[in-house]
């Protein structure tokens, strides 16, 4: 019985420790520790296990170690081609910037949103009106800006530029799109992860420039 409680205790915190150690190297240097420390009750003090009534602890500490280490790049974001090479007729304004900050911006909006080859992209381009980007689509890219850029959320307010989730005729609860709301553009988000914070007095103030 109190073997199948350590097991039981294991799984647990198992889900508990693979959901709140989501950094590659904790993950890794936790994973090694657990299963040093597994290895070492193992090889070295198997009878302690076994007078401590805890025949479990080496294997588990092992299983999990093993499980963080093996494991250790599952919250890693996989980073794809730069969207000029996925959609290489994507048409840009003139004065699009093109510095390093834009391109990875660019990127992630592809990702999360996606980018239209045909239709002109310039600075005034909102993602929720221009794009059709939800607001879980567009929960995903400020995560993205937020781990990529050290970009601090400050009073960013989804229901500012979305419509909030609802339920239709058939009782689905469903986007419900954009319209009447703020235009959430490329420039302001370019402006924010310049800043590395979210003020949306300041980005709605800077207005749209021409392109």
């Known amino acids: ?32 520790s657990l299963l040093a420390t597994g290895l070492a009750c193992a090889i070295w003090l198997p009878y302690w296990a076994h007078e401590a009534q805890l ?10 170690g ?11 974001r996989t980073q794809s081609a730069h969207p000029l090479l996925v959609a290489p007729t994507l048409n840009l304004a003139a004065d699009f910037p093109d510095d390093p900050l834009m391109l990875h911006l660019l990127q992630l909006i592809h990702e999360d949103v996606g980018l239209p080859k045909h239709q002109a992209i310039n ?7 221009d794009l059709g980007c939800s607001s879980s689509e567009a929960r995903r890219l400020m995560a993205a800006l937020k781990q990529d850029f050290g970009l601090k959320l400050g009073d960013y307010k989804s229901n500012r530029y979305f419509k909030r989730r609802g339920f239709d005729v058939y009782l689905r609860y469903v986007e419900r799109g954009c319209e009447g709301k703020t235009p959430l553009t490329i420039n302001m988000l370019y402006q924010a992860i310049k800043a590395k914070r979210w003020d949306s007095e300041t980005l709605e103030a800077i207005g749209y420039p021409s392109s």
Request: aromatic share 12%; proline share 3%; glycine share 4%.
């Open 1 to 32: 019985m109190m073997e199948y409680l350590q097991w039981l205790i294991f799984i647990v915190l198992n889900v508990f420790i693979d959901n709140k150690i989501r950094a590659q190297n904790l993950r890794k240097y936790v994973g090694l």
């Open 55 to 64: 025949p479990s602890v080496p294997i588990g500490a092992i299983l999990l």
């Open 66 to 76: 093993s499980g963080l280490f093996l494991d250790r790049h599952r919250y890693n």
């Open 123 to 129: 600075l005034n381009t909102s993602i929720n009106h």
